[in-house]
């Protein structure tokens, strides 16, 4: 069935350093959609970028990440990490079927 | 404005207890689901429906059930509570593939 990875359970980062986040896939679907979402302590997940371009950048708030198909990976990243960054990120992958699969989440912690 | 709105915000029931959680949502969508949130584990769907009356099987299935009574309503029905499933519980809707979530606040249940 379909899955998503995300290896990395918490990532510790100074203000101001690069953040890059990974997340793989797999489906046999040829045309996934890929999403990050961000979910801040006490408030409810929310739609961070979305993508189903293959090799097409996407931004959003800082943020992007860039669909490949060839390597089934849909990585997130920002040039500088803020303090306000801190929040569990999860990977969602939307394939055959009208249901998303997270990954098991990351943990961005940015400290001063 | 468009939401889906949860309740409880949280719930103490004791083993073996009876639970129903509520989700209600205005964002006319078809579709509706219920994740568990776990640390190490992600989201995990539960159950989810494309509308009144339809119901299907998710990732986590055992131990709960849902009913699907308007395209506004879906709910999550634990009839014998196990400690096993505290947890934090979101509700989400969507138009159905390619779309994003809109979630719910989350309902914090632990189970004594």
């Known amino acids: 069935g379909d899955s998503v990875t995300q290896t990395e359970g918490l990532v510790t980062l100074t203000e101001g350093l690069p953040v890059m986040l990974n997340c793989t896939y797999q489906?046999?679907?040829?045309?996934?959609?890929l999403f990050w979402y961000v979910h801040y302590l006490n408030e409810s997940p929310r739609l961070l970028l979305k993508?189903?371009?293959?090799?097409k950048r996407t931004e959003h708030q800082g943020f992007h990440a860039t669909l490949h198909k060839s390597s089934s990976s849909f990585h997130l990243q920002k040039s500088s990490a803020q303090l306000s960054d801190s929040a569990l990120y999860y990977c969602?992958?939307?394939?055959?079927?009208?249901?998303?699969?997270f990954g098991q989440g990351t943990s961005l912690s940015v400290v001063p | 404005e468009a939401a889906v709105t949860q309740s409880p915000r949280n719930k103490v029931t004791v083993t073996g207890g009876n639970v129903t959680l509520s989700c209600r949502q205005t964002?006319?969508?078809?579709?509706m689901y219920w994740y568990r949130q776990d640390t190490g584990h992600g989201l995990r769907l539960i159950h989810y429906?494309?509308?009144?009356?339809?119901?299907q099987i998710g990732d986590v299935p055992d131990g709960y059930k849902a009913t699907r009574t308007t395209q506004e309503d879906f709910f999550l029905l634990l009839e014998l509570a196990s400690p096993s499933q505290t947890s934090l519980y979101f509700c989400?809707?969507?138009?159905?593939?390619?779309?994003?979530?809109?979630f719910g606040s989350g309902t914090r249940l632990l189970v004594i």
């Open positions: 989400a809707s969507s138009d159905g593939h390619g779309s994003d979530y809109t």
């Open positions: 489906t046999i679907y040829s045309n996934p959609f």
């Open positions: 993508s189903s371009t293959d090799n």
């Open positions: 969602a992958l939307s394939a055959s079927f009208s249901k998303l699969v």
């Open positions: 964002n006319s969508h078809n579709y």
């Open positions: 429906s494309y509308g009144a009356g339809n119901l």
